[in-house]
């Protein structure tokens, strides 16, 4: 079933791979003998699906008690299209719903799923901190208004999420899907979002949007703001738009650009002694602020305020109404609900705190796509327009912003030059690499003709605004239009193996092989009792040794010492700890690329030539380390356990501050990568060290800007990594006695 809906094949193709399965294998096999009895077998999976009609106007599904209906009982329209006699009757709309009680009884058969289960209410929560929903105010309050619910950790908390896209992309032709998933909030944040728990529940087909209509399909919502709407009932559109000042609203109409603008209508929510709410010049001109935010309506008072206004259930409204005679008294004015949404049925609706939520992603491509729009002045997309500087004098006092006498639009500051746009694209494209699997390859969305960016997802957009826009503009604005910049990204974020080609050669020299058994046994956890007492004996021996004397000898005398300690203690020790200190074979694994702990890690000569950027390494501590992969090895230590190592040998810039490491306060970090670590003495290295991003800077050539982000994701599967290997490489089992991570140290 996976391979005909990974391929598409159809169902002939699919009987004839069954055939030639059942002849193959030995008489009186059961393998099934067609794609229909192969979909029988996986029904018994508990994986089935339901066709449900729908009404035309979306009015109603004709389900359970319905199902033998006709004609739609509300807008009374057929439910089948004329159709000739003796053909198959063909409704106008139909979806499709599958299941969730078996899906979800699946993570209580499995013990693993099962503990993750109960995750939320066994695990301890640190105070202060939200980590998961059942951090947050709203799961704890609906706990202390169901205490029975609550009691029981294996009941489940699901959250409902849809939104609608055309699966033919921006170019076919206009058809509008709508999924909605299930998604339960039991489990731990690292299993909430893996794909095969997004549970699809329902699945509506176009080729119409559902509009108002979408809640009579569904029975704590994510969506957009527009599907927002359709889901609560109050529209989110026009003067009232805001669901949470509903009528208390200070939004206005732009009188040029007919607009609604929420311009200067936040300062209410500070505190009343806020010195904001007397500043007359840097918000609406000469505008004083002594209202107080809008108090805080609780469900039963929002479901007694639609029932007030007369707001009606989707059916009642006939489906797809915009009828004006239709709306509830009040609408646009006094209010904005336009129906009382179905979730108003479930008896729990009116007690949450938090019935809705917004995709984030996509209100900060919004923030993305009016920022760059408007800076590089594109046509139509723009928000500095001629209207807007006709609304401007009765807002702001910036006179120099104003049209002028002769009609002429002044340059605004903040908008970028010819020169500055295409300095901007070509970073873009040609300097711009992230790590593998982070993001999309921005350079694609470079639009040279056009002077813009297109085709960016809301991912990218993501990724635009929190990774590079705190120092992309920095050379190319004035510092107070950039530092503005910098700053909104603020507002969203408040949200092992070897690969690549292999080949095995010999140490250079016994010194190296020294050098590295020795930094192994010094970075393992299991040796550091011995560190202690080797520079017990050295300290008592030589009363005073300065600590690089003392370094010295424990890179000359440690690896003897140890081995002859270790002979001479009666005390017992692992199979694996003998063969680590007699020290590696003679051959080393060389590598270009290493997997490990969710990072890609790649050498600057292999990962210099690709467009994802996976050579950066930082190593944290008292001070930070920066630097780049020369060389992967992997060492091997003789014996039964076959015990294996991973070196990183690397390149380390001048950590010192203000001569080659920079600090800005957007938390960006300027490198001079003229600027070398030139000692032998390897920097204090910890377990987590990871993957840093570095950008060319866009004017000094010798500096890189450091994204202080951790590009973690997960581990390439075993198919993924043969593709990447040119040579095949097996990984032996390790001891189970050493962890990866204790044997993963850098060799510089």
């Known amino acids: 079933m996976n391979i005909k809906t990974d391929h598409n094949l159809p169902e002939v193709c699919m009987d004839a791979w069954a055939e030639l399965f059942k002849e193959y294998l030995p008489e009186d096999n059961l393998c099934a003998e067609s794609y229909y009895e192969i979909q029988k077998l996986v029904h018994s999976?508990?994986?089935?699906?339901?066709?449900?009609?729908?009404?035309?106007?979306?009015?109603?599904?004709?389900?359970?008690?319905?199902?033998?209906?006709?004609?739609?009982?509300?807008?009374?329209?057929?439910?089948?299209?004329?159709?000739?006699?003796?053909?198959?009757?063909?409704?106008?709309?139909?979806?499709?719903?599958?299941?969730?009680?078996?899906?979800?009884?699946?993570?209580?058969?499995?013990?693993?799923?099962?503990?993750?289960?109960?995750?939320?209410?066994?695990?301890?929560?640190?105070?202060?901190?939200?980590?998961?929903?059942?951090?947050?105010?709203?799961?704890?309050?609906?706990?202390?208004?169901?205490?029975?619910?609550?009691?029981?950790?294996?009941?489940?908390?699901?959250?409902?999420?849809?939104?609608?896209?055309?699966?033919?992309?921006?170019?076919?032709?206009?058809?509008?899907?709508?999924?909605?998933?299930?998604?339960?909030?039991?489990?731990?944040?690292?299993?909430?979002?893996?794909?095969?728990?997004?549970?699809?529940?329902?699945?509506?087909?176009?080729?119409?949007?559902?509009?108002?209509?979408?809640?009579?399909?569904?029975?704590?919502?994510?969506?957009?703001?527009?599907?927002?709407?359709?889901?609560?009932?109050?529209?989110?559109?026009?003067?009232?738009?805001?669901?949470?000042?509903?009528?208390?609203?200070?939004?206005?109409?732009?009188?040029?650009?007919?607009?609604?603008?929420?311009?200067?209508?936040?300062?209410?929510?500070?505190?009343?002694?806020?010195?904001?709410?007397?500043?007359?010049?840097?918000?609406?001109?000469?505008?004083?602020?002594?209202?107080?935010?809008?108090?805080?309506?609780?469900?039963?008072?929002?479901?007694?305020?639609?029932?007030?206004?007369?707001?009606?259930?989707?059916?009642?409204?006939?489906?797809?109404?915009?009828?004006?005679?239709?709306?509830?008294?009040?609408?646009?004015?006094?209010?904005?609900?336009?129906?009382?949404?179905?979730?108003?049925?479930?008896?729990?609706?009116?007690?949450?705190?938090?019935?809705?939520?917004?995709?984030?992603?996509?209100?900060?491509?919004?923030?993305?796509?009016?920022?760059?729009?408007?800076?590089?002045?594109?046509?139509?997309?723009?928000?500095?327009?001629?209207?807007?500087?006709?609304?401007?004098?009765?807002?702001?006092?910036?006179?120099?912003?104003?049209?002028?006498?002769?009609?002429?639009?002044?340059?605004?500051?903040?908008?970028?030059?010819a020169q500055a746009k295409a300095a901007l694209f070509k970073w873009v494209a040609s300097d711009v690499k992230f790590s593998d699997g982070y993001v999309s390859n921005l350079s694609r969305c470079v639009d040279h003709q056009g002077q813009k960016f297109s085709g960016m997802k809301s991912h990218d957009c993501h990724v635009f605004m929190q990774r590079l826009l705190p120092f992309a503009l920095a050379e190319l604005l004035p510092k107070e239009v950039h530092e503005a910049l910098a700053d909104v990204p603020d507002i969203f974020t408040q949200i092992g193996r070897l690969g690549g080609k292999l080949k095995e050669v010999w140490w250079s020299s016994s010194e190296d092989t020294h050098s590295a058994h020795t930094y192994i046994l010094l970075n393992c956890e299991e040796i550091e009792s011995f560190e202690s007492d080797f520079i017990a004996q050295v300290e008592e021996a030589i009363p005073g040794i300065s600590n690089a004397d003392l370094n010295k000898r424990k890179d000359q005398h440690f690896v003897k010492w140890l081995k002859t300690q270790v002979d001479y203690d009666d005390q017992f020790y692992p199979q694996w700890f003998h063969e680590l200190i007699q020290g590696p074979v003679g051959k080393v694994t060389i590598a270009s690329m290493y997997f490990t702990r969710g990072y890609t890690f790649h050498t600057y000569e292999y990962g210099s030539r690709r467009a994802t950027m996976n050579y950066g390494v930082c190593v944290k501590g008292e001070t930070n380390f920066y630097g780049i992969f020369k060389e992967i090895i992997e060492v091997e230590f003789p014996g039964v356990v076959k015990l294996k190592c991973v070196l990183f040998k690397c390149d380390w810039f001048d950590p010192t501050v203000n001569r080659g490491v920079r600090y800005s306060k957007f938390g960006v970090v300027d490198i001079n990568a003229s600027r070398r670590v030139v000692n032998d003495d390897p920097p204090p290295l910890q377990e987590d060290a990871v993957n840093k991003v570095e950008v060319p800077e866009q004017v000094e050539d010798d500096i890189l800007l450091i994204d202080p982000h951790n590009p973690g994701y997960e581990e390439l599967p075993d198919d993924a990594t043969n593709e990447a290997n040119e040579d095949e490489f097996e990984e032996n089992d390790e001891a189970d006695d050493v962890s990866d991570d204790e044997c993963q140290v850098p060799l510089c």
């Not at 799923?113 to 105070?127: D, I, L, N, P, V």
């Not at 699966?167 to 909430?192: A, D, H, I, K």
């Not at 408007?374 to 912003?401: F, G, H, M, Q, Y």
């Open 45 to 417: 999976l508990g994986l089935p699906s339901e066709m449900i009609d729908v009404c035309i106007d979306n009015c109603m599904i004709y389900w359970e008690k319905d199902a033998e209906l006709l004609e739609c009982k509300f807008c009374k329209k057929p439910r089948y299209k004329p159709q000739g006699r003796g053909r198959n009757r063909v409704p106008y709309q139909r979806m499709w719903y599958l299941p969730i009680k078996d899906r979800l009884k699946r993570l209580y058969q499995s013990e693993k799923t099962a503990a993750s289960m109960r995750w939320h209410a066994e695990r301890g929560q640190k105070e202060g901190e939200i980590n998961h929903p059942s951090d947050a105010k709203a799961w704890k309050h609906l706990n202390n208004v169901y205490p029975d619910f609550a009691s029981n950790p294996r009941n489940v908390y699901l959250g409902l999420c849809t939104y609608g896209f055309s699966p033919f992309g921006m170019s076919g032709r206009q058809y509008s899907l709508w999924p909605v998933f299930l998604t339960p909030y039991n489990l731990p944040p690292e299993m909430c979002m893996e794909k095969e728990l997004l549970f699809m529940s329902i699945l509506i087909p176009g080729p119409k949007h559902p509009k108002r209509s979408l809640d009579v399909v569904l029975l704590w919502t994510i969506s957009d703001f527009p599907a927002y709407g359709m889901l609560s009932g109050w529209t989110t559109h026009g003067r009232l738009s805001c669901p949470y000042c509903m009528g208390s609203t200070d939004a206005f109409q732009l009188k040029h650009g007919r607009k609604t603008s929420w311009f200067d209508c936040h300062r209410r929510f500070l505190s009343i002694n806020h010195p904001y709410r007397r500043n007359k010049k840097h918000f609406r001109s000469k505008r004083i602020v002594r209202d107080i935010a809008p108090p805080y309506l609780s469900g039963e008072k929002i479901e007694k305020d639609i029932d007030y206004y007369g707001g009606q259930s989707t059916v009642a409204k006939g489906g797809n109404w915009h009828n004006p005679p239709n709306m509830p008294n009040g609408y646009g004015t006094q209010h904005n609900w336009h129906k009382k949404s179905i979730f108003w049925e479930l008896p729990y609706w009116k007690d949450l705190l938090l019935r809705h939520n917004l995709d984030v992603m996509h209100i900060e491509k919004n923030f993305f796509d009016n920022i760059m729009n408007t800076l590089l002045n594109v046509p139509w997309k723009t928000k500095d327009n001629k209207n807007s500087r006709l609304d401007l004098p009765a807002l702001c006092s910036r006179i120099e912003l104003h049209i002028m006498n002769d009609g002429r639009i002044p340059v605004p500051i903040f908008r970028l030059s």
